[in-house]
């Protein structure tokens, strides 16, 4: 019943979008021009039925699965123009002998009766859209992906609410104009200026149809900021089933409906270029382009970093589905943009991508040229791109794990349609041992040691480059970085130049990471708690039995791992000068 509403509003919203600029001429027009009330009533309804027979028809089966959709713009656009010659010249249709395969007497009929506001005549003017009706309504979308192919007769009623709140508001709008032409006097004569004003619209409406400019039009809307479909977005969101009410026959049913092209033009976007790349893994030295794979893979973006401990933990799933997907048309492509400088060495990212054991291409993205080609803002960014080369779901940061898995198998059932391949009935979600993070339990954000981004720096000046001489004070507040000896903080780093220098922190987590490097060999540091104490079991993978650390490479240490999580205060002597310390972030 929530859904049933939503269409119904939904279908209220589309007639203020741009995905109905073809009706508004029609049917505002159509309906002054005959100066009738009930003309308004005749075509608005013609319309909502229209709608509801030819989404039937081009959408949800496969009757017409071969009738290219510029066919059916190009019939319609014909029968505006039909309409528009006649409202210009209606003399010209008594010199007809035959049109649109009518006999010349039912002609005459037709003519005669359209020109004193025929019923059918309405009826065929209004249903004239219905083929190239293309809403840009997502419950539109969610009606025909999720509902329909899972119960018919829900969804049939669905898309009749939805077609009522379409043609009544365009009804109202119809309503409106007739009472602002009878308001303003305006004269309608079968021969006068104003319909045929009428009639040179609906000429340019016809054309623009039949040669797809209007759909180009709609596109272009879409694309730029021209839409108003949030309020539903929003009250879909909040209707939703989160990916743990899915069921394996609800799924089935989203994974067997894919959209047509028509319709993906209203809701995606394309994804852009790869673009800007410094360096290709696993690749055999050779480029790899989405051109390339545009009609034959279905590809993930995975935009990471490998010193970011939130795109480590994403790339299990990764590997997994990588596994169990590449065969069945799955390609993932690793976009390394880099946090760090030491993160565009080629070398650095190709022993990360080895340690990882990542066989799926990584190209190296220095310059942020990708990143910025895709709006991104976050590690890790996942993008799907369908076999059309449509985004249809991208992720932020960690966790959506089923809902991913579940996006790629649409995808690839979409594909293997495609293709004439055969893909599992059921859905089985990937089983993945990883690292999961309660972001309740977590009390403390990444924090950066560099002059750039270091907020955080509690007792020394933030935001300085240069060498600082610090001492930790007794009293340490949660969240605040202190540091102890004498330090040197760059952009993006900072590095003691004393021996016997301090990394205090006080923290709410399960997991500390460290970010490091050593400037000029390794470096060791040592690593306790809580006033000295040893780490005992909280060791962190990358911490030896004596509590000491040996930073050896660029990259991100795991130091305290503990079983549940509490407020600790990480203590780290760093006995040589020469590390450069980035951040600390938590899990």
């Known amino acids: 019943m929530i859904l049933l509403a939503i269409s119904f509003i939904a279908g209220i919203l589309s007639a203020l979008a741009p995905c109905v600029l073809p009706l508004l001429p029609v049917i505002v027009g159509g309906s002054i021009a005959g100066g009738s009330r009930r003309r308004a009533y005749t075509i608005t309804a013609s319309l909502g039925i229209s709608v509801i027979l030819f989404t039937m028809l081009l959408k949800v089966s496969t009757a017409f699965i071969d009738v290219p959709q510029s066919t059916w713009q190009l019939i319609s656009g014909i029968i505006l123009v039909f309409f528009g010659v006649v409202m210009i010249f209606p003399q010209l249709w008594d010199r007809l002998g035959f049109v649109n395969f009518l006999n010349r007497e039912s002609n005459k009929l037709l003519g005669a009766g359209y020109r ?36 018919f007769a829900m969804g049939f009623v669905d898309l009749v609410a939805y077609a009522v709140g379409l043609s009544g508001t365009l009804l109202l709008i119809a309503l409106v104009g007739q009472r602002l032409v009878d308001t303003l006097g305006v004269t309608i004569e079968p021969g006068g200026w104003f319909r045929r004003a009428i009639g040179i619209l609906f000429l340019i409406v016809g054309i623009a149809v039949a040669t797809g400019t209007m759909a180009r039009a709609e596109a272009w809307l879409l694309n730029n900021g021209f839409d108003i479909t949030v309020l539903e977005q929003r009250l879909l969101k909040s209707t939703a089933p989160t990916p743990t009410q899915c069921t394996t026959s609800e799924c089935v049913g989203v994974l067997n409906a894919p959209l047509s092209p028509e319709m993906k033009v209203a809701v995606f976007k394309k994804a852009p270029e790869l673009t800007g790349i410094e360096g290709y893994i696993n690749t055999n030295g050779e480029p790899i382009t989405l051109e390339q794979l545009r009609g034959n893979k279905v590809v993930l973006i995975d935009i990471w970093t490998y010193s970011c401990i939130n795109c480590q933990r994403t790339l299990p799933y990764l590997r997994a589905w990588y596994e169990k997907y590449h065969d069945q048309g799955l390609e993932i492509i690793g976009v390394h943009t880099p946090e760090f400088a030491f993160e565009r060495v080629l070398a650095n990212v190709q022993q990360a991508v080895q340690k990882f054991g990542l066989e799926y291409p990584v190209v190296l993205d220095n310059k942020y040229a990708t990143w910025n080609a895709f709006g991104n803002q976050y590690w890790p960014r996942k993008y799907l791109i369908d076999i059309d080369g449509y985004i249809v779901y991208d992720h932020t940061g960690e966790g959506g794990y089923e809902e991913t898995e579940v996006a790629i198998e649409r995808a690839l059932n979409e594909r293997a349609k495609r293709l004439g391949e055969s893909m599992p009935s059921e859905f089985e979600e990937t089983s993945v041992d990883a690292v999961e993070v309660d972001r309740y339990g977590l009390g403390s954000p990444e924090i950066y040691f560099g002059a750039a981004r270091n907020e955080y720096f509690a007792n020394g000046s933030r935001g300085r480059i240069g060498e600082q001489s610090l001492t930790v004070p007794e009293d340490l507040k949660q969240n605040a970085l202190y540091l102890g000896g004498t330090w040197n903080l760059a952009e993006e780093f900072a590095a003691n130049t004393s021996a016997q220098a301090q990394i205090q922190f006080v923290y709410k987590a399960k997991n500390v990471y460290f970010v490091a490097a050593p400037t000029n060999g390794p470096v060791k540091i040592k690593v306790t708690r809580d006033g000295g104490q040893p780490l005992g079991e909280a060791r962190g993978v990358d911490v030896e039995e004596n509590g000491e650390v040996t930073v050896s490479e660029d990259g991100l240490y795991h130091l305290i791992g503990d079983s549940a999580y509490g407020v600790h205060t990480i203590e780290i002597e760093i006995l040589s000068p020469g590390l450069e310390a980035y951040t600390f972030t938590f899990g």
């Open 116 to 151: 004193q506001n025929s019923f059918w005549g309405d009826v065929v003017m209004g249903a004239a859209l219905g083929p190239v009706f293309s809403s840009c309504s997502p419950t539109y979308f969610v009606i025909l992906a999720t509902v329909l192919p899972v119960s």
